[in-house]
């Protein structure tokens, strides 16, 4: 590794690259989930629902059958 200033320069300039190209790959998997975040909300909150109305049901035939 060499402490020369071009090379200073051109690690400090790939570090900044990196860095860029990092926030870009971010901001577009953020703006895919943004636009698919109402689906997402709607279908987790009817696979809750659906567990929560099968665990109540499954508990109430526990109760009624004894345990």
């Known amino acids: 590794m060499s ?8 690690s400090f300039k790939r570090g900044c690259i990196a860095i860029f190209v990092g926030m870009i790959a971010i901001y577009g998997a953020l703006t895919v989930l943004e636009s698919i975040w109402p689906v997402l909300l709607i279908i987790f ?23």
């Open 45 to 67: 909150g009817v696979l809750g629902i659906a567990g929560l109305v099968v665990g109540v049901i499954m508990l109430i035939r526990r109760f009624r059958q004894g345990w």
């Open 3 to 10: 402490s020369e200033p071009e090379g200073m320069a051109e």
